[in-house]
């Protein structure tokens, strides 16, 4: 059994910790009742609920990138495993947390600039995976690409999933939900480092 933990794909541990988040906000819906279910809890619930969707249906689209992706083909040990759960899976659910035992109504700025940065988080992901699957399919080169929205930043994804975590943060109306954008950042500044420490090999 732990031979099997040992060889668990990144994007495996990274499905799981997706499910363990919907897990936890299904709890946190149950756990913290509302007389009536607020726009808040209303709009958390189907922003955060359809990237989820989103995050399991764009695999089905397209099987290619799951398969083929180097980064996340690699194979995590028990101890990574169990920190991406930790931190993927647990600590990405907590503006979750603070969005369904907060009591207080959702304001009209906090639904403006919440919606606007997940539609704009969403769009930036979705424009990029796009661009560059197709820029990857022209070139055959499975590890960087330069042209178009790829000239101003090597990572537009990222830029893509700190506004969309920024704004759960936002719709959750506690400002101490932002830990998860820095959790976001750091995790994606040590795959970055990682990967470039691959390259220099």
């Known amino acids: 059994m732990l031979e099997k933990l040992k060889k668990i794909r990144e ?16 709890y946190m819906a149950w756990r913290f009742p509302s007389p009536r279910f607020s726009l808040r809890h209303s709009v958390y619930s ?8 989103w995050w399991f249906a764009n695999q089905w689209v397209s099987p290619r990138r799951s398969r083929k992706a180097k980064a996340w083909n690699r194979r995590l040990g028990l101890s990574e495993v169990f920190l991406t759960l930790l931190t993927s899976g647990v600590l990405y659910a907590l503006p979750g947390f603070f969005a369904f035992s907060n009591r207080r109504e959702l304001r009209q700025w906090e639904a403006v600039v919440g919606l ?12 990029a995976d796009s661009f560059k699957d197709g820029a990857k399919s022209a070139t055959n080169d499975h590890y960087s690409v330069e042209d178009g929205p790829f000239s101003f930043t090597d990572f537009p994804h990222w830029w893509g999933d700190w506004a969309r975590y920024a704004g759960f943060a936002v719709l959750s109306g506690k400002l101490v939900s932002l830990v998860v954008v820095v959790a976001v950042m750091i995790r994606n500044l ?9 390259k220099a090999e």
């Open 190 to 198: 040590v795959g970055w480092a990682r990967r470039e420490a691959e």
């Open 46 to 53: 189907a922003t955060h609920g359809t990237y989820i969707l």
């Open 11 to 26: 994007i495996d541990a990274l499905n799981a910790s997706r499910l363990l988040t919907s897990a936890l906000l299904l």
């Open 116 to 127: 606007g940065l997940f539609c704009l988080g969403s769009f930036l992901n979705v424009s």
